[in-house]
Nanobody, 113 residues
């Protein structure tokens, strides 16, 4: 099982960024996939989740209205489109099963002027 996150970088406040999570070896219909983030000296936060079975999504209040989680079934890849980025969005972002039994690598997102 592999989940490979990519797309992080350094952006300015107000910018947009799209993260990708490429998956393999995972029966996606059986899992909800999530994005988590962890900033220095903060607890890990589950910010978004998508059910592969019915496409339903969840967003934490901290990102609701700014982030959009989508999927490409043909590529087994999921995307987190992040808009109106704020400095408090700075963190390492991880994709993982929402139950946290399979984790991908992290990708750093830094929002700074």
């Amino acid at each position: 099982v592999q989940l490979q996150a990519s797309g992080g970088g350094l952006v300015q406040p107000g910018d947009s960024l799209r993260l990708s999570c490429a998956t393999s070896g995972l029966a996606l219909d059986d899992y909800a996939i999530g994005w988590f983030r962890q900033a220095p000296v903060k607890e890990r936060e589950g910010i978004s989740c998508i059910s592969y079975r019915d496409g339903s999504t969840y967003y934490a209040d901290s990102v609701k209205g700014r982030f959009t989680f989508s999927r490409d079934n043909t590529k087994n890849t999921l995307y987190l489109q992040m808009s109106s980025l704020k400095s408090e969005d700075t963190a390492v972002y991880y994709c993982a099963t929402w139950a946290m039994d399979f984790w991908g690598n992290g990708t750093q997102v830094t929002v700074s002027s």
